[in-house]
């Protein structure tokens, strides 16, 4: 609803429901940025080395392919669905092209198209199960989850393809930096910028907003779903498979299991950064800000002397803490509309 | 005779039908590939195969009754892989402090009810999503399971207990756990599908709001199936701590969506109010035996992820084109009449 009516109610009647929504959402990126300062503020507290910039650099790396996953994940989310596959496309993505550079030595540029052509066949797949075969999209990713993984197992089959395989060129561009900010963490912040415009500027983004609020609504007023579902998973597809080069760049060794249950911290992300489950509602940039504090939550425990295997109870909690905080302020909000008598409920 | 009840009997036809026919298809396929495999598979058919069979379903069908029940409302719980793993846990945790495993195991169950109880009160009493939630609850009863144990493995469990969970009656070769596990699929399908709770959890996945008219206590139902959820996966954590003699954090990882896929499989809808018990219980046993029969003839066990996300994706995408067909048949004839 709030992305459908955000535009018009802003201009006949400033101060109703819509804008304390409004303010409530950029109250999310804003809680966001406040618990990120904290948590940096009360780590660096304790070592003033957690600001250093080897450390810092860490945790960009460590963020850098869950940023990236997240903004695709964001626009699958807001047309009311999910995308459970993109650990496994990651997973081929990975393999396929480190083998492929290790055999042939291939430029990076074309380890990175092959990367985005891999994941965004994965994403059309899912797009045609889920659109044309009317499959729930838990289900149908539920399903290229296992069978994506199966094919990375037959590619792989047994086998991995080592660092000393890859071209040194490709190493360097997954572990150099500029001015200290890694490649990666420059490219995942492109695509996210680019994602945000558009879905805040283009038609085809307002769309998804509008499939993800009312789906019946939205195909009434001559929104193509099909057309716009095919384009949020083959995005969001594509991105896993960019994600996947990423990935190989960095580590170097890639085998079978890369990427294996990433999926649910790219969803933990993208709810921790206020995109509403049941979708219409949320940004990219929460979801970046999201995927941004649960790497800085990773590497923070450490330092803080707090053991290792909090941090994934540490992450469900946050989980349950955001959608339970969603709720809250949907809840208040509509209280809101109601008092100031306003049409919608 | 009222609208209403023509639409709901209508209605109850065309589910009863669509449940005949994927029931009986699922029902056949699992007949067929267990006479195939015995006959093609070496060592496949041998008694006591069978009975690793049934050890090794066991714990996907403890998950699969609940889930089913749950499913059918319409809502899904994926925490139920890590409450075993946080049960499983908890019983390494006592057991090291000494008490008695005839006390533990009451107790794990209870803690599993508990667990579930919250999954019950996020989505019941804060009208929450249940996908949220209990993909919420999946990592953080994981993360506790390993603040409890970390990665290490409690492992000295007494003889008499696990040598009961891996044993078989008398001189057969029927495990001792075939009792309990059929006693708890009857008690299930008998609530399912011959009491009011039974026709209350199809109401409320059919059309909740009607229900809620039709005077179905939806939340209170929807909030003790996840309890009783909670407390089969607590079952189902003794069941895998006395089997493997191990308790660990990471025990039944990512069993969830093989539960979720065998549910779906055995002709349970996503949108809820459709589904059957034998069907999700033929899906349980195909499942496993496929996976049995692929290990006994050395391939590898990756086609079968291949094979299980295909079968899963078929189980949803056969009917719709199914009745897409029918549908665009039915529109044709209408024309030319």
Not at chain 1, 35 to 58: C, E, I, K, M, W
Not at chain 1, 190 to 197: E, I, S, T
Not at chain 1, 311 to 338: K, T
Not at chain 2, 304 to 331: D, E, F, K, M, Q
């Amino acid at each position: 609803m709030t992305a459908l009516l955000k535009r018009p109610s802003r201009g006949t009647a400033a101060g109703t429901g819509s804008t304390a929504l409004d303010l409530a959402l950029r109250f999310r990126a804003l809680g966001l940025l406040i618990a990120l300062a904290v948590l940096v503020a009360a780590t660096a507290a304790v070592n003033p080395r957690f600001l250093g910039l080897q450390s810092v650099q860490d945790m960009l790396f460590a963020a850098a392919i869950t940023v990236l996953l997240a903004s695709g994940m964001t626009v699958v989310v807001l047309t009311r669905g999910i995308d459970l596959s993109v650990g496994s496309v990651l997973g081929l993505s990975a393999y396929l092209t480190a083998s492929l550079l290790s055999e042939t030595g291939a430029p990076v540029v074309l380890a990175l198209l092959a990367g985005l052509a891999i994941g965004a066949a994965c994403g059309a797949a899912n797009g045609a199960i889920i659109h044309f075969g009317k499959v729930p999209p838990l289900v149908a990713t539920l399903g290229t989850l296992y069978i994506v993984r199966g094919l990375v197992y037959f590619a792989a089959g047994g086998s991995r393809v080592n660092a000393s395989d890859l071209p040194r060129g490709f190493l360097d561009f997954g572990n150099g930096s500029v001015l200290g900010v890694p490649y990666l963490f420059l490219i995942s912040l492109a695509v996210l910028v680019a994602v945000a415009v558009f879905l805040a500027g283009t038609r085809a983004g307002r769309d998804l907003y509008a499939l993800g609020s009312n789906p019946e609504g939205a195909r009434l007023v001559g929104v193509r779903a099909g057309r716009r579902l095919m384009t949020a998973y083959v995005l969001c597809g594509a991105l896993a498979g960019l994600g996947g080069v990423l990935h190989a760049a960095r580590f170097g060794t890639v085998d079978a299991s890369a990427g294996h249950g990433l999926e649910l911290t790219v969803v933990a992300a993208v709810v921790v950064g206020g995109v509403a489950i049941f979708g219409g509602s949320g940004t990219v940039l929460g979801a970046g800000l999201g995927a941004l504090l649960l790497a800085v939550i990773n590497n923070a425990l450490p330092v803080l002397r707090i053991d290792q295997f909090w941090q994934q109870a540490i992450v469900g909690a946050l989980i349950l803490a955001a959608i339970a905080l969603d709720r809250l302020v949907g809840l208040r909000a509509a209280r809101a509309l109601r008092r100031k008598g306003s049409h919608v409920d | 005779m009222s609208t209403e009840t023509l639409t709901a009997r209508l209605r109850d036809s065309a589910a009863v039908r669509h449940l005949a026919t994927w029931d009986a298809a699922i029902i056949a396929a699992t007949i067929a590939f267990l006479v195939v495999a015995a006959q093609t598979v070496e060592h496949f058919g041998t008694a006591r195969n069978a009975g690793y069979i049934i050890l090794d379903l066991a714990p996907i069908l403890l998950l699969a009754l609940a889930m089913t029940l749950i499913v059918t409302t319409g809502e899904i719980d994926l925490s139920v892989a890590s409450t075993v793993g946080l049960t499983s846990a908890a019983m390494g945790v006592m057991w090291n402090s000494g008490i008695p495993l005839e006390t533990i195991m009451p107790l794990a169950v209870v803690l599993g009810a508990l667990l579930g109880a919250v999954n019950g009160l996020f989505i019941t009493g804060f009208g929450l999503p249940s996908l949220a939630v209990t993909i919420g609850t999946l990592a953080l009863y994981r993360g506790l399971s390993y603040v409890l144990l970390g990665d290490t493995a409690v492992a000295d469990w007494p003889r008499a207990f696990t040598g009961w969970v891996l044993g078989t009656i008398g001189e057969t070769q029927v495990p001792n756990v075939l009792i309990p596990l059929a006693a708890l699929a009857a008690v299930v399908a008998v609530v399912l599908h011959a009491t009011t709770v039974g026709r209350a959890v199809y109401a409320a996945g059919a059309n909740p709001i009607a229900a809620a008219y039709a005077g179905v206590p939806v939340r209170r139902l929807k909030f003790w199936l996840y309890v009783a959820s909670g407390a089969m996966a607590g079952l189902c954590g003794v069941f895998w701590t006395l089997r493997y003699s191990s308790a660990r954090a990471d025990n039944a990882f990512g069993l969830e969506l093989t539960v979720v896929a065998v549910v779906l499989l055995g002709g349970v809808s996503i949108f809820g109010g459709k589904g059957a018990l034998p069907g999700v219980l033929a899906a349980v046993v195909l499942l496993t035996a496929l996976q049995n029969a692929l290990r006994l003839a050395h391939v590898s066990t990756e086609a079968l992820t291949v094979v299980t996300g295909s079968l899963l994706i078929a189980a949803v995408l056969a009917p719709n084109t199914a009745s897409a067909i029918r549908g665009a048949l039915r529109h044709r004839q209408r024309r030319t009449v």
